[in-house]
């Protein structure tokens, strides 16, 4: 069964950085990406990474890095120069393919629990 755990959240000041992990089971996914929701919104695409590369939304690119370790099956966030903006829960999400092909988060089949950010200004 495959199955995906993010860990590595927590409570930063703004300026901070965190490093979001996330540990995949059950087979080596291509296809990965980081969203986001902060309460009261819709759920947000942060980055994904596949055989073509990676890609990131506007709000993170620059301060976000999103990488993939296929020996020990894990994704990761790293996220620098944070802002009380980038409070939300963070997601790690996965699909069957070599490639993402989309952002749109229906695309993705396989989702972990989800692991919380607060950035305080």
């Known amino acids: 069964q495959f199955q995906l755990a993010e860990s590595g959240g927590g409570s930063v000041q703004a300026g901070g950085s965190l490093r979001l992990s996330c540990a995949a089971s059950g087979y080596t996914p291509y296809c990965m990406a980081w969203f986001r929701q902060a309460p009261g919104k819709e759920r947000e695409w942060v980055a994904t990474?596949?055989?073509?590369?990676?890609g990131y939304a506007d709000s993170v690119k620059g301060r976000f890095t999103i990488s993939k370790d296929n020996a020990k099956n894990s994704l990761y966030l790293q996220m620098n120069s944070l802002k009380p903006e980038d409070t939300a829960m963070y997601y790690c999400?996965?699909?069957?393919?070599?490639?993402?092909?989309?952002?749109?988060?229906?695309?993705?089949?396989?989702w972990g629990q989800g692991t919380q950010v607060t950035v305080s200004s």
């Open positions: 990474i596949d055989s073509a590369g990676s």
């Open positions: 999400a996965s699909r069957r393919t070599t490639y993402c092909a989309g952002t749109y988060d229906g695309l993705f089949g396989y």
